[in-house]
Nanobody, 126 residues
Framework: QVQLVESGGGSVQDGGSLRLSCVAS????????MGWFRQNPGKGREFVAT????????EYTDSVKGRFAISRDNAKNTVYLQMNSLKSEDTAVYYC???????????????????WGQGTQVTVSS
């Protein structure tokens, strides 16, 4: 099992920045893809960003490209999501996720992930 705890959410104005962190415990995440998803009430969970087990490759949904950056520090069992130039449409609960073990690619579908955090709220006001 992998336990994931997100932090760093909050309320900011349009154009502001936030850095989300996701700390993993339990089994290693060194051989897992990691991802960030977001969700609003009444809507499905939306893929935001993913990073390979070694940080060598990343993918983003089109709406956040050039504004968000995913990174990881396997020595600290932590994954980050740096969010810049935030917009009101970025408002959502953000979830961290871990794939099954020995997954050496990016993963953009929620079905690729076995473990999820509890989520952290991000609110962007105009």
């Amino acid at each position: 099992q992998v336990q994931l705890v997100e932090s760093g959410g909050g309320s900011v104005q349009d154009g502001g920045s936030l850095r989300l962190s996701c700390v993993a415990s339990g089994r290693t995440i060194n051989n897992r893809a990691m991802g960030w998803f977001r969700q609003n009430p009444g809507k499905g969970r939306e893929f935001v960003a993913t990073i390979t087990y070694n940080g060598g490759s990343t993918e983003y949904t089109d709406s956040v490209k050039g504004r968000f950056a995913i990174s990881r520090d396997n020595a600290k069992n932590t994954v980050y999501l740096q969010m810049n130039s935030l917009k009101s449409e970025d408002t959502a609960v953000y979830y961290c996720a871990a794939s099954r073990g020995n997954w050496f690619y990016t993963a953009t579908s929620s079905s690729d992930y076995n473990f999820w955090g509890q989520g952290t709220q991000v609110t962007v006001s105009s």
